[in-house]
């Protein structure tokens, strides 16, 4: 007869049994609540890795307009700054090689 479906008959068994299952189940929470926060710092750790990508391509699209001499208007620089898609900000940066305009690196 598995353990999982027996009826303990007596108290001693019952209380052991009850104690037994109460501890494996601090266990797993307390395992559950380690594991909850490791995968919070890793993507904690993503998240910043990857704004700090965005934050270094939004500056080098900033910088080849400026050593372009390209003019960098207020407008222009907060969003190119506030842009949270690296796929964008990899295209502006690839523009910012070619374009006459700062306006043209938006179309």
């Known amino acids: 007869m598995p353990v999982e479906t027996y009826e303990w008959q007596s108290d001693f068994a019952r209380k052991y ?3 037994g299952e109460e ?8 395992e559950g609540r380690k594991q ?4 919070g710092r890793e993507q904690a750790r993503k998240e910043r890795r990857e704004e ?3 934050e270094g391509v939004a500056s080098s699209v900033l910088r080849i307009l400026h050593k372009r001499g390209l003019t960098v208007t207020d407008d222009v620089r907060t969003r190119i700054n506030s842009c949270g898609d690296l796929d964008t900000l990899n295209t502006w940066l690839d523009r910012a090689l070619d374009i006459t305009r700062t306006e043209d690196l938006f179309d």
């Open 52 to 54: 700090g990508r965005r």
């Open 23 to 30: 501890q494996g189940r601090k266990q797993g929470r307390e």
């Open 17 to 19: 049994v009850g104690l």
């Open 36 to 39: 909850g926060q490791e995968e």
